[in-house]
């Protein structure tokens, strides 16, 4: 490939990026909003509230939710331990089930992971959306 090609090429991922980070960005803000919404209403946390915090629990978060198409199960945060832990709900035995645990401590170090845009676009959005309203 010739390199005119390979620069109008370049151009044209250039030319795209800033709709698809405008797509994105509109995604994350909607994820947002919908959970700033769902915990201001309660919805799926009311067992939640009413069940850890009991006392030495008070740094424990309980989110009952979907963990399959049609099961449900219980989502623990642990903020003090930094710990996540999911149980699934077996309806047949009455019981829950581990399904997964881990260490957070490491994962919410990361400034990004596996992310688009990455955080360094969203910066520059942000910087120029100040120097647009600052004109």
Known sequence: MGWEVQVAMASRRENARPADTAKWLIVILLS????????????????ARADVM?????????VAGKVGS??????????????ITVYQYVSGKRTLRLMAGRNISFDVQLDEYNTEPPP????KLVQQHKRLGDG
């Not at 947002?32 to 067992?47: H, M, N, Q, R």
């Not at 009991?54 to 309980?62: F, K, L």
């Not at 360094?120 to 910066?123: A, D, F, G, L, T």
């Open 32 to 47: 947002v909003i919908a959970t700033c919404l769902l915990i201001e209403v309660g919805f799926g946390t009311s067992a």
């Open 54 to 62: 009991a006392e030495g629990a008070d740094h424990v978060i309980a």
């Open 120 to 123: 360094s676009e969203i910066k």
């Open 70 to 83: 049609d099961s449900y199960g219980l989502y623990l945060l642990d903020l003090k331990n930094r710990t």
